[in-house]
């Protein structure tokens, strides 16, 4: 049953500790993404990968995030330094290519429910 | 920022019954998604509708795209208590840059009541 592996499921960690949090997309998929959801924003689009190299990541502040992708089979998203403000719920999704080169619908993790004190 | 709003934020219905909610979005779009949330799980694709589709079946999901209004409706027949659960539509947008992540709305949280 192919899915989504995210790490971790929980974490929670002190203001200004790095935090970081990795995706294994599904085998094949060549799209990955990055959203965070919190009750105030809803979901919202961090970055974006397309055959491993980043398309947009213009929803994430540069200053303290960075997305990778070392390989085909990772993705990771990472918080240096943490904030209270960055306790949220991070999700990664993966699609897979379409006709015409265009994704349709995303398979997404279970998440990681991040706690910053 | 948010391209898809959904209307109601909040619905409690009885069993047995029929959902409708609704979805309404600003720019040109490639396609228009659905997707459910359970309580503490990720989120699970339910039915796409491309653009040049006005209407799309699927179990007891019937989805509505009306690109001249901007707006889609989602409508859950003969609803069961499993189906509580957060429903979001998420667009794709034409873009020329390549960048083709989806945008969500808020979502419409559904109570099914037994």
């Known amino acids: 049953d192919a899915r989504v592996t995210q790490t971790p499921r929980h974490k929670v960690t002190e203001m200004g500790q790095e935090v970081t949090m990795r995706c294994q997309p599904i085998?094949?998929?060549?799209?990955v993404f990055w959203y965070r959801q919190t009750m105030m924003q809803g979901l919202e689009l961090l970055a974006y990968f397309r055959n491993r190299a980043p398309l947009d990541d213009s929803g994430m502040p540069k200053d303290r995030f960075s997305a990778e992708m070392p390989d085909a089979t990772l993705a990771t998203l990472k918080i240096q330094p943490s904030e209270p403000r960055d306790s949220a719920v991070y999700f990664c999704?993966?699609?897979?290519?379409?006709?015409?080169?265009?994704?349709?619908?995303?398979?997404f993790g279970e998440g990681s429910r991040l706690t910053v004190l | 920022s948010q391209q898809g709003e959904e209307d109601p934020q909040a619905l409690s219905i009885q069993e047995g019954e029929n959902a409708t909610m609704n979805c309404s979005y600003k720019?040109?779009?490639?396609?228009l998604q659905w997707y459910r949330q359970n309580s503490g799980r990720g989120l699970v694709h339910l039915i796409l509708i491309r653009s040049n589709e006005r209407e799309k079946h699927s179990g007891r999901l019937r989805v509505t795209l009306d690109t001249s209004k901007k707006s889609s409706s989602l409508l859950i027949t003969a609803s069961r208590a499993a189906d509580t659960a957060s429903y979001f539509c998420a667009t794709r947008s034409f873009t020329g840059g390549g960048a083709d992540g989806l945008t969500f709305g808020k979502g419409t949280h559904l109570i099914i009541q037994p």
């Open positions: 085998l094949g998929h060549n799209t």
């Open positions: 720019t040109s779009i490639n396609n």
């Open positions: 999704a993966s699609g897979s290519p379409l006709a015409g080169g265009r994704t349709g619908e995303l398979f």
